[in-house]
């Protein structure tokens, strides 16, 4: 399992939601973020679209849906989740 967190950008509480791919955790990242009708700049919160691995690895999914791996910046989506 992957954990997904999610931020409400009008409240302090996070929601953490378990997801069994990646595909999933960006299709549930979207409708979040579709939902507040923000853009880029104002959609920036610390851990929303954090992904996190039961082997300890953390990545990241952006504004755009791509998932990127923090530490190297290195493009995830085009290997795990095909566009």
Same mark, same amino acid.
Request: charged share 30%; hydrophobic share 35%; net charge negative.
């Given at each position: ?5 999610? *931020? ?7 929601? &953490? $939601?378990? $997801? ?5 955790? $960006?299709? =549930?990242?979207?409708? &979040?973020?579709?939902? #507040? @009708?923000?853009?880029?700049? /104002?959609? =920036? ?6 992904? *996190? #691995?039961? /082997? ?10 791509? &998932?990127? @791996?923090?530490?190297?910046?290195? /493009?995830?989506?085009?290997?795990? &989740?095909?566009?």
């Amino acid at each position: 399992m992957i954990k997904l967190t999610l *931020e409400n950008p009008y409240e302090t509480n996070q929601k &953490v $939601v378990e $997801v069994s791919t990646i595909s999933e955790a $960006v299709e =549930k990242y979207c409708i &979040v973020r579709d939902s #507040f @009708d923000m853009g880029a700049s /104002d959609f =920036k919160f610390a851990d929303t679209g954090k992904l *996190e #691995f039961e /082997d300890g690895t953390t990545n990241y999914i952006s504004y755009n849906g791509r &998932v990127w @791996d923090r530490e190297y910046w290195k /493009d995830l989506n085009a290997i795990e &989740v095909p566009y």
